[in-house]
């Protein structure tokens, strides 16, 4: 900049509830996935939260800072999503995580997310049938026609 004032929060193009809240370093990064689901948060704003991490301006937490990471770097809101996926994917190939590990977390976050953003999700981890749907078992047919 060639003048001495200094830059603004809102001059660096970030969001003020990163500033006003603990989003960054609560203990499920629930809060940073909705506020990046909701289009709080752009690739650019997450690349500056990240440059003040860097700079140890701001505290984060490792979920948080992993989420915004791949945010950042990601072309669009799909691609993050695939990547996203693709680190649980991960997770679940190395033995990080396992079914019932997920079912519990998927549990907790369920909970915070009635709480927190009155949104209720299905379990993507439950291997029931899907929409009620229970598949039909063929009825035995009479090969002896006697």
């Known amino acids: 900049m060639t003048n001495n004032k200094e830059e603004t929060d809102s001059d660096m193009g970030i969001p003020p509830f990163v500033f006003t809240s603990n989003v960054l370093v609560e203990k499920e990064p629930i809060g940073i996935l909705h506020a990046i689901n909701q289009g709080v948060i752009s690739r650019f704003n997450a690349w500056q939260i990240l440059r003040l991490i860097h700079d140890e ?3 984060c937490g490792l979920p948080q800072y992993g989420i915004m990471t791949v945010f950042s770097l990601s072309k669009d ?3 993050f999503r695939k990547l996203y996926d693709q ?3 991960m997770l679940r190939h190395e033995g990080i995580i396992d079914d019932e590990i997920e079912k ?3 549990e ?3 909970q ?4 927190k953003a009155k949104v209720s999700v299905k379990n993507p981890v439950d291997k029931s049938s899907k ?3 229970t ?3 063929p009825l035995p047919t009479n090969k002896n026609k006697n």
């Open 57 to 59: 301006e701001l505290k």
């Open 77 to 79: 809101i799909e691609q």
């Open 87 to 89: 680190g649980c994917d």
């Open 104 to 106: 519990k977390l998927f």
């Open 108 to 110: 907790e976050l369920s």
């Open 112 to 115: 915070t997310l009635k709480k």
């Open 131 to 133: 929409n009620g749907k």
């Open 135 to 137: 598949k039909k078992k």
